[in-house]
């Protein structure tokens, strides 16, 4: 089971939206909605963002948002401020063997 | 507060086990699933294994297949991970969270990592 494929990196200015990719394959990002996205700042321990696709959790700023379209899933965070820098990974379930495929991972940069 | 910490972590000689154990307290440990992720030093992150509510089902990553065995105690409200035949490229810092959502892998929760260094 390979990783979900994300953008290296991407980085945008206080205020703009971005949006970060995560493709995978008909066997996980596309079968199921069970795609999560998950931020981390260095030295700490990551913090789900969103869940089944879309989903926030209680206490996550509504900035922050998930869609889904065939096996690519996207994260968009709008009104960017500098607390978003961070790297940030994609999740799925998937059928193979190993039930759950992280992405590569997206570094985002506040300019 | 909703809280996991874990320990057991340390440096290791290639080819020994070390046990690793994760405390669960201000939620009903025994109502959720539960993982392992690992992340390695400057590498992304890697789902290890899951355990069910109940301790009956377990599913674990090819690469530790065979090697790591995953566990728990509800009455302890701790889960653990035995990882014996311990190489190199276990090296890592190794996370355990649970899962908000049954076990569609959504983890909520997750403890601050205990760093597992294997080497010579």
Redesign the interface.
């Given at each position: 089971?390979s990783?979900l494929t994300q953008p290296a990196s991407v980085s945008g200015s206080p205020g703009q939206s971005i949006t970060i990719s995560c493709t995978g394959t008909s066997s996980d990002v596309g079968a199921y909605n069970?795609v999560?996205w998950?931020q981390?700042h260095p030295g700490k321990?990551?913090?789900?963002m969103i869940?089944?696709v879309s989903n926030r959790?209680s206490g996550v700023s509504n900035r922050f948002s998930g869609s889904k379209s065939g096996n690519t899933a996207s994260l968009t965070i709008s009104g960017l401020q500098a607390e978003d820098e961070a790297d940030y990974?994609c999740?799925?379930?998937t059928s193979s063997?190993?039930?759950?495929?992280?992405?590569?991972?997206t570094k985002v940069t506040v300019l | 507060q909703v809280q996991l910490v874990e320990s057991g972590g340390g440096v290791v000689q290639p080819g020994r086990s070390l046990r690793l154990s994760c405390a669960a307290s201000g939620f009903t440990f025994s109502s959720y699933g539960m993982?392992w992720?690992r992340q390695a030093p400057g590498k992304?992150?890697?789902?290890v294994a899951?355990i069910w509510y109940d301790g009956s089902n377990k599913?674990?990553?090819?690469s530790v297949?065979g090697r790591f065995s995953i566990s728990r105690d509800n009455s302890k409200n701790t889960l653990y991970l035995q990882m014996n035949s311990l190489r190199a490229e276990d090296t890592a810092v190794y996370?355990c969270a649970r899962d908000?959502?049954g076990v569609?892998?959504?983890?909520?929760i997750?403890?601050?990592?205990t760093m597992v260094t294997v080497s010579s």
């Amino acid at each position: 089971q390979s990783a979900l494929t994300q953008p290296a990196s991407v980085s945008g200015s206080p205020g703009q939206s971005i949006t970060i990719s995560c493709t995978g394959t008909s066997s996980d990002v596309g079968a199921y909605n069970y795609v999560s996205w998950y931020q981390q700042h260095p030295g700490k321990a990551p913090k789900l963002m969103i869940y089944e696709v879309s989903n926030r959790p209680s206490g996550v700023s509504n900035r922050f948002s998930g869609s889904k379209s065939g096996n690519t899933a996207s994260l968009t965070i709008s009104g960017l401020q500098a607390e978003d820098e961070a790297d940030y990974y994609c999740s799925s379930y998937t059928s193979s063997s190993t039930l759950y495929v992280f992405g590569t991972g997206t570094k985002v940069t506040v300019l | 507060q909703v809280q996991l910490v874990e320990s057991g972590g340390g440096v290791v000689q290639p080819g020994r086990s070390l046990r690793l154990s994760c405390a669960a307290s201000g939620f009903t440990f025994s109502s959720y699933g539960m993982h392992w992720v690992r992340q390695a030093p400057g590498k992304g992150l890697e789902w290890v294994a899951v355990i069910w509510y109940d301790g009956s089902n377990k599913y674990y990553a090819d690469s530790v297949k065979g090697r790591f065995s995953i566990s728990r105690d509800n009455s302890k409200n701790t889960l653990y991970l035995q990882m014996n035949s311990l190489r190199a490229e276990d090296t890592a810092v190794y996370y355990c969270a649970r899962d908000g959502v049954g076990v569609t892998g959504a983890f909520d929760i997750w403890g601050q990592g205990t760093m597992v260094t294997v080497s010579s």
